[in-house]
């Protein structure tokens, strides 16, 4: 190999290589190349939505981007030419992806076989393609980073804190508050947390909990970077194109008041108090329509809708395709988010707001999770219910009209979802600053080292 493909293949590889002059090595030049471990599939929507994007964004930043992905039902799900097939148009987008099977049960086993494959290909990784940064995207992805660490030291770990994992399962009553799982997994996120050069939180409530209001570093100097789950505002191109009123007559609820509820149903989402707040928007102004995009079982609100005396032609349950999701809330009023309040979703940022507030609309949502009610209330772009009375809920409905009759509630919506939520102004950005973080730390690090080899 001559010295100037050594050269292209050091700063464009990845790799790290040395500049010389007449003093002997000076420093060192780093491109960075991220592995992002993520322990989904990825045709899952969540990938789709709140992954893809943001290594694109990275990519945008100069980054070279790997992605792991872990796929359930591997072997039945993909066939060989759709994994060529998907691996070349990632690659056409700048992201090198790798996929190892999912492993379901038995659950703790499973979970650590993934655990262990996972880390050693991020091992090989480090050491076949240069990669320098492994970005974990939860408490699972890790503890695969975190594996793959002690044996590369120098490679660096961004934690992608998801939430407070240990505790949820806790506040779902999965694990006993207190028992031998949540001491083990505690213990595990201490070695995590220490593990880690650079952290991101979803919300300013869990950066407060986790490590001070306001904080861009923690105690050791380690970057630190609220980035909420935010919204690319591409997708709602296609639905703001067209006329709101076009919309309403292709979807059948012209002249109806449309309250709409984007997600799953049942475990943390207050399934019985939405289906109780629809009834009584129904009693409350009889031209309501209500829309539920879920890919949860219908019955589950259905049966209840009907119970409490909501006739059939006025609500809709079921599926739509994501990249319809848009321009059915774009033909709607207001849009509701009821999640059970408890100390773990304090660090949740619910997509479904950045997306509700991306098409206009107004939020009618519970309190305690994450930062919305903030949001909400300082934004005046909703109202918060802290009680789940049907008094609470004809009080929500009357100031949501309220702010519905100033007339500029769907642009300063939008306003306040650009402002918050974009992909590339919010989301991409700050993990760009997290990255040049990283190298600012790196660069230091290097060219200290280089200074003692010289002495």
């Not at 990938?47 to 790997?66: A, D, I, K, N």
Request: charged residues 30%.
């Amino acid at each position: 190999m001559t010295a100037e493909r050594r050269a292209k293949k050091n700063l464009c590889g990845g790799a790290t290589g040395r500049v010389r002059g007449e003093f002997g090595d000076l420093f060192r030049v780093t491109a960075t190349h991220t592995l992002y471990l993520c322990y989904f599939g990825l045709r899952e929507p969540l990938v789709q939505t709140q992954v893809l994007p943001y290594l694109r964004e990275l990519v945008r930043g100069g980054v070279r981007v790997s992605l792991l992905t872990f796929e359930p039902r591997f072997r039945e799900a993909w066939t060989p030419e759709e994994i060529e097939r998907e691996r070349a148009r990632l690659a056409d987008e700048g992201i090198s992806w790798h996929a190892r099977a999912y492993h379901k049960r038995p659950s703790l086993p499973a979970t650590l076989y993934d655990v262990a494959v996972g880390a050693r290909l991020a091992r090989k990784l480090i050491g076949s393609e240069g990669v320098n940064v492994l970005h974990a995207r939860g408490h699972v992805p890790a503890l695969m980073a975190a594996l793959a660490k002690r044996a590369r030291p120098a490679t660096r770990m961004v934690f992608d804190i998801r939430g407070f994992m240990p505790e949820e399962y806790t506040d779902a009553g999965v694990w006993k508050a207190g028992g031998r799982l949540y001491r083990g997994v505690k213990r595990v996120e201490k070695f995590l947390l220490a593990s880690a050069d650079a952290f991101v939180v979803l919300t300013e409530r869990a950066r407060e909990i986790m490590f001070a209001a306001g904080a861009d570093a923690d105690e050791r100097g380690r970057p630190v970077e609220v980035i909420p789950c935010c919204v690319d505002f591409r997708r709602f191109a296609a639905a703001d194109a067209a006329s709101r009123d076009e919309l309403r007559r292709g979807l059948g609820v012209e002249g109806r008041r449309v309250v709409v509820y984007v997600g799953a149903l049942g475990g943390w989402y207050m399934t019985e108090e939405m289906a109780r707040f629809l009834a009584a928007a129904h009693r409350e102004d009889p031209t309501t329509f209500s829309l539920i995009l879920t890919q949860s079982d219908p019955s589950l609100i259905s049966t209840r809708l009907a119970a409490l005396g909501v006739a059939g032609e006025d609500f809709f349950v079921g599926k739509v395709a994501p990249d319809e999701v848009p321009r059915y809330l774009r033909a709607s009023d207001a849009a509701l988010s009821f999640i059970r309040a408890c100390y773990s979703k304090l660090s949740s940022s619910p997509t479904k707001i950045a997306e509700y507030l991306a098409a206009g609309l107004p939020v009618v949502t519970g309190a305690g999770v994450g930062d919305v009610d903030e949001l909400v209330e300082t934004e005046r772009v909703g109202v918060v219910v802290r009680d789940f009375t049907d008094e609470a809920f004809r009080d929500a409905l009357r100031r949501v009209e309220e702010l519905r009759r100033e007339g500029d509630l769907a642009v300063r919506c939008r306003e306040v979802a650009e402002r918050r939520f974009d992909i590339a102004r919010v989301g991409g950005a700050r993990y760009r600053r997290l990255y040049e973080s990283l190298r600012v730390a790196d660069r230091g690090l290097r060219i200290g080292e280089g200074a003692d080899s010289d002495v």
